[in-house]
């Protein structure tokens, strides 16, 4: 299995001030400060063997401060020789297509023969989508013109295009990649409804999980989304899943991991559902998250315990069974570990990241991807 590693920078500390919205002093800790940290981090993602480095988009809060992702991953192209990169999204309504197109073709050149795993999604907070500009109520229609300008730029000497949002007159994207037309060949999206998956899956698509489902939550989207495939005519889809690592020598110091994913998900309420939030009241295609932002939350132990048979927190044979059962549920092809979250010092994290490396990545990358059975619709 191919094995990769979300490096992004948090600044959790920073969730009192701006719930507060205190604007009249800067972070306790600088944002350069935890980036630098997240940097010492990513420097050793190569060394210890992993197979590929991970960025995602955000903006405006101190969650997972990463902006435009394509400039980052041209950091560590440059910075590496061996490892692939890999997006965990880019947000494709966020983009003007025939731009994205030509710097995803100049990373592609950039990496020297290495690959860029394509993950794209649609935007979740309104606060983002308010301060770039776009409608988040047409984030459908602009993300699938923005798709299908990729897919139509991926190989061609010369395209056009012309779709509800953008209409491209002639052109050609330069440099051309090395991996002319082979770029768009799979790309994974995250989505939550049996709406979106159906979309999806008519525009060739294949699946993410970027959230911290539960094993029951996660096979019944894999099942859905590959009854849909079937549907349509097209193969089982097997899916790239992101999860949460922490890697201890033993059960009572893994358990700190628990309390570092804890804040990792209140810092994504935050990010999403409370801090500068208008609300998703009447927004089409929010439905979900409007009942989500409403709902009585169930208590933050019993969220825990559901998520306890599927993120790899724990010593390296708890972590390496877990992996192992995931794979035979969802049939899980590509893993991506965030390993530095939720308020984790450095120190920390790269003592868990060194264990993981020497005790459970072997038995990673030499686990088999197989499609299994309790993935197919």
């Keep these: 299995?191919?094995?990769?590693?979300?490096?992004?920078?948090?600044?959790?500390?920073?969730?009192?001030?701006?719930?507060?919205?205190?604007?009249?002093?800067?972070?306790?800790?600088?944002?350069?400060?935890?980036?630098?940290?997240?940097?010492?981090?990513?420097?050793?993602?190569?060394?210890?063997?992993?197979?590929?480095?991970?960025?995602?988009?955000?903006?405006?809060?101190?969650?997972?401060?990463?902006?435009?992702?394509?400039?980052?991953?041209?950091?560590?192209?440059?910075?590496?020789?061996?490892?692939?990169?890999?997006?965990?999204?880019?947000?494709?309504?966020?983009?003007?297509?025939?731009?994205?197109?030509?710097?995803?073709?100049?990373?592609?050149?950039?990496?020297?023969?290495?690959?860029?795993?394509?993950?794209?999604?649609?935007?979740?907070?309104?606060?983002?989508?308010?301060?770039?500009?776009?409608?988040?109520?047409?984030?459908?229609?602009?993300?699938?013109?923005?798709?299908?300008?990729?897919?139509?730029?991926?190989?061609?000497?010369?395209?056009?295009?012309?779709?509800?949002?953008?209409?491209?007159?002639?052109?050609?994207?330069?440099?051309?990649?090395?991996?002319?037309?082979?770029?768009?060949?799979?790309?994974?999206?995250a989505f939550s409804t049996e709406a979106s998956a159906k979309m999806a899956a008519e525009n060739g698509l294949g699946q993410m999980f970027v959230a911290g489902d539960d094993v029951d939550e996660m096979v019944a989207k894999v099942q859905r989304f590959n009854r849909i495939r079937k549907e349509l005519g097209l193969e089982p889809d097997q899916p790239t899943t992101l999860l949460w690592m922490y890697c201890a020598e033993t059960e009572e110091e893994a358990e700190e991991g628990w309390e570092f994913f804890k804040n990792q998900g209140e810092a994504a309420q935050h990010h999403y559902f409370d801090w500068n939030n208008p609300g998703y009241e009447g927004i089409k295609g929010y439905e979900e998250y409007l009942l989500r932002q409403t709902a009585d939350i169930s208590p933050a132990e019993a969220r825990l315990a559901a998520r306890r048979a599927t993120q790899p927190i724990g010593t390296p044979d708890q972590i390496i069974e877990k992996i192992e059962s995931m794979q035979k549920m969802i049939s899980n092809e590509k893993l991506v570990i965030h390993m530095m979250y939720g308020g984790m010092p450095r120190e920390k994290a790269e003592k868990s990241l060194r264990l993981f490396a020497e005790k459970v990545l072997p038995h990673v990358q030499a686990m088999p991807t197989p499609i299994n059975p309790r993935s197919l619709a």
């Design 1 to 189: 299995m191919h094995c990769g590693v979300m490096v992004t920078g948090y600044n959790q500390g920073d969730w009192e001030r701006l719930l507060d919205e205190d604007y009249g002093r800067p972070p306790t800790i600088s944002d350069a400060q935890n980036m630098d940290n997240t940097l010492h981090m990513g420097d050793l993602i190569e060394p210890l063997g992993f197979d590929s480095i991970w960025a995602t988009e955000h903006y405006g809060s101190a969650y997972s401060m990463q902006p435009n992702p394509l400039q980052y991953l041209a950091f560590w192209a440059g910075r590496t020789k061996r490892v692939d990169v890999g997006t965990a999204v880019i947000v494709a309504p966020w983009w003007n297509p025939v731009r994205l197109a030509h710097e995803i073709s100049m990373l592609d050149i950039l990496l020297q023969g290495r690959r860029l795993h394509l993950g794209i999604g649609r935007g979740i907070a309104p606060h983002e989508y308010a301060s770039l500009g776009y409608p988040i109520g047409e984030s459908h229609k602009y993300f699938y013109d923005v798709i299908n300008v990729l897919k139509a730029a991926d190989g061609a000497e010369r395209f056009e295009f012309q779709g509800d949002v953008y209409n491209v007159p002639p052109t050609s994207i330069r440099p051309q990649a090395r991996h002319k037309g082979e770029l768009t060949k799979n790309i994974k999206v």
